[in-house]
């Protein structure tokens, strides 16, 4: 029912002799069947002190693509600070995404940087540095991205995962999937959940929230929800469920909220994955994209949910570049930083036709790479 028709890559390091360069997070607007806008994150590592997002474009399918170009150029975004003797450095990124007025919308995260020897992760805890959510925006007939506005988060955190884009509801309401995070102590007084902040006025502000699945008296993290809307309303969220104690991935979950965004209980999909992503097609099926555990590899799944069950109806393998996954054989944070794929971004450019773009690593470069699949029946 899947077949992997075309395949190409969005950037890699094109002078690897010279600087270390490397990709990751990756989001995929397509304007058109062959017009597609990638934003991707550059950086010396995964966690480095040049990381920020950059874009790069094709107008022919993915036959070429435009130099990258930095996506926000701003001040505030590096940590310069009114006050100099405050400055510390930061570093941030950002998930793009288009509404259905043709708005533009970028969600990010604005680290700070406040121990030149660590990373975004607190080895010793799995703590996040401090971080401000901001969003930026672009009209639909301009190319310039408006100033980061930071936001005032409607629960605290004290840390956010910057896994989704923003999703338009079409009743008036934008939503944000993302999860909380433990702060750089190692604190995060409501557990590490699935929630998703809620505006009411286009993302100006963000009073309110809902929560995707919480496992947290499990000692399970709920990370990187994957949200789509279904064709007769709702939800539909799946969450890679990470059991701390032992290190290791559950089985992928999946659950629903009805038009009001109220989620139900929190189900398996019957798939051994992390990171998964999911997009309703045009046709009304559910095409999933996700990190498998039990092979390696970015693997898409199509599936299809009769009343609330998730039904597998066909399997391919999107890239298989070695193994991967989360074993428990070391900090679940150097475990995070040593993935080998992951964060799909799909859409769907034509009828039956999707678009995946996720980073993965060859050649020990870390490269955005696109996929095209095509859907029977």
């Known amino acids: 029912m899947i077949e992997l028709v075309a395949t190409g890559v969005v950037y890699a390091n094109p002078r690897p002799h010279l600087r270390s360069r490397h990709a990751w997070h990756p989001s995929v607007v397509a304007t058109s069947e062959r017009q597609w806008f990638v934003s991707f994150d550059l950086g010396e590592a995964v966690e480095a002190f040049d990381y920020a997002t950059w874009w790069s474009s094709t107008e022919d399918s993915g036959e070429g693509w435009s130099e990258p170009r930095r996506l926000l150029v701003d001040p505030w975004l590096d940590g310069h600070m009114e006050a100099p003797a405050a400055s510390i450095p930061c570093t941030h990124s950002v998930r793009v995404g288009r509404m259905p007025d043709g708005e ?78 433990r702060g750089w102590d190692g604190k995060c007084p409501g557990g590490m959940r699935a929630v998703a902040w809620v505006s009411h006025d286009r993302g100006r502000t963000w009073p309110e929230f809902v929560t995707i699945a919480d496992e947290s008296p499990h000692q399970t993290i709920l990370w990187e929800v994957g949200v789509d809307q279904r064709p007769e309303g709702g939800l539909l969220a799946t969450l890679w469920r990470f059991h701390e104690p032992t290190g290791r991935s559950l089985a ?19 798939l051994q994955g992390e990171t998964a992503k999911v997009l309703f097609l045009r046709e009304g099926r559910v095409l999933c994209v996700y990190r498998r555990v039990d092979q390696p590899g970015l693997w898409a799944q199509l599936a299809e949910l009769e009343g609330d069950t998730w039904r597998n109806l066909d399997t391919v393998p999107v890239w298989q570049g070695g193994g991967n996954a989360m074993r428990g054989r070391g900090h679940a944070s150097d475990e995070l930083s040593s993935l080998r794929c992951g964060y799909p971004s799909l859409v769907e450019v034509s009828p039956g036709e999707v678009l995946v773009v996720f980073w993965c690593r060859e050649d020990c470069l870390h490269v955005i790479r696109w996929s095209r699949l095509r859907i029977a029946g």
Not at 106 to 124: C, F, I, K, Q, S
Not at 153 to 178: A, N, S
Not at 252 to 270: I, V
């Open 252 to 270: 992928s979950g999946y659950c629903l909220a009805d038009r009001q965004g109220r989620f139900g209980p929190l189900r398996e999909t019957g």
């Open 104 to 181: 533009w919308v970028g969600m990010g995260a604005r680290w700070h940087r406040a121990h030149p020897d660590e990373g975004l992760v607190n080895r010793a805890n799995l703590g996040y540095t401090t971080m401000d959510v901001f969003l930026t925006r672009r009209g639909a007939l301009t190319s310039d991205w408006s100033a980061p506005v930071a936001l005032d988060p409607p629960l605290v955190g004290p840390g956010f995962e910057l896994c989704h884009r923003v999703l338009d509801c079409g009743d008036g309401r934008w939503l944000w999937p993302t999860s909380t995070w």
